[in-house]
């Protein structure tokens, strides 16, 4: 499929980076890119190789929004990358289980970012077990340097959860930290009391309020007082549980280890 710019040209949205003409110059005179052309597909591994000085830092500070002035076409997602806020580009949101067993898997975590599709590339899947020691997960969490962390919770790793997210806001204070499962979904207003490092509670079935979150925090849509499945702690340190998303229809629902779309 083709989507078409204001000005008429044509992005491709099949590829997830397109670069059209790109010429960028730190000297005047010297242009370090000079009429680089490439599509980068979606889901896609690609290494730039060459010697020093042949722009591959160059085209990585261009896609990170820290280099610009560039003349011709970046588009990320076939919108062009000056439309988009350098903010959105870099904001991780981290969505993390901690599993009974290393050969199971969290169907949870994956059916919330399929439905948050949209957001996708700003949300990274985290997968522990319960054998693994809180220090390895803190660590692990650390590293990946989470804007926001999400973590599911059930009866078999609650325990380890909550001293994991304990301790990783002491490490990063403003990090949002939130929860939701079915071990946290009930007496909503005790845990969040218990818990005061919890930033808040998502409460029933998740994909909609955990889209709705992504976009809170990627995109600055919406806001969590008027946000629907949540509870959490308003200004004057009070838990407010907020009303019941609407059931889901489960047609609405994508397959969540299909990602392609």
Known sequence: TE??????????SGNAIEFENVEFSYEENRKILKGISLSLPKGSFISLVGES???????????????????GKIAIGGVELSEIKEEEIMKKIL?????????????AV??????????????????????NRTEYILREIYLKKPDVI?????????????????????????????????EVSYEVEAFLKEHPFITGVIIGEGEK??????????????SLEEMKGIALFDGAGNVQIHES???????????CYDLSE
């Open 209 to 222: 309020t955990f889209s709705e979150l992504c976009r809170y925090y990627v995109k600055g849509e919406g």
């Open 150 to 182: 999400c973590f599911s919770c059930y009866i078999w790793n609650i325990s380890i959860i909550l001293e994991v997210a304990e301790e990783f806001h002491k490490l990063c204070p403003k990090v949002p930290i939130w929860v939701g499962g079915p």
């Open 3 to 12: 989507n078409r710019m204001d000005d008429g040209a044509i992005v491709t």
């Open 95 to 107: 969505l993390t289980a901690v599993n009974a067993k290393y050969i199971h898997s969290n169907l």
């Open 245 to 255: 998303q609407e059931i889901l229809d489960m047609n609405t629902i994508p397959f």
């Open 110 to 131: 994956y059916s919330l970012r399929a439905y948050a599709r949209e957001l996708k590339e700003n949300i990274v899947l985290a997968e522990y077990t319960i054998n």
């Open 53 to 71: 000085g042949c722009g591959k830092s160059t085209i990585a500070g261009l896609l990170t929004g820290t280099l610009k002035d560039y003349q």
